[in-house]
């Protein structure tokens, strides 16, 4: 199972990133995806998740209303479009299955600074 996490950068207070992960080595359709963050000195903590139909999704309350979770299933593919980023968003996110059982991917890092 492969996890290549892309997207993300250096972006101002305000600004947007879309981060995308490409998954292979397993039925992507069928799981419930989720993205993690894990910053510096904290735990990796779940952001965003959406099953496996792409019909529900959930968010951490302090990502709500700025984050949108997505999927392509007929390209294995899961999305995160981050809106009115904040210096606490900064971290290095991860996509996995919901319960994180897979290997972790290298991550892609996010920093929200001016």
């Known amino acids: 199972v492969h996890f290549v996490e892309s997207g993300g950068g250096l972006v101002q207070p305000g600004g947007s990133l879309r981060l995308s992960c490409a998954v292979s080595?397993?039925?992507?359709?069928?799981?419930?995806m989720t993205w993690f963050r894990q910053a510096p000195g904290k735990e990796r903590e779940s952001v965003a998740t959406i099953i496996n139909a792409g019909t529900r999704t959930k968010y951490l309350d302090s990502v709500d209303g700025r984050f949108t979770i997505s999927r392509d299933n007929a390209k294995n593919m899961l999305y995160l479009q981050m809106s009115n980023l904040k210096p606490e968003d900064t971290a290095v996110y991860y996509c996995n299955r919901e319960d994180g059982y897979f290997t972790w991917g290298q991550g892609t890092q996010v920093t929200v600074s001016s």
């Open positions: 080595g397993f039925t992507f359709q069928w799981a419930d």
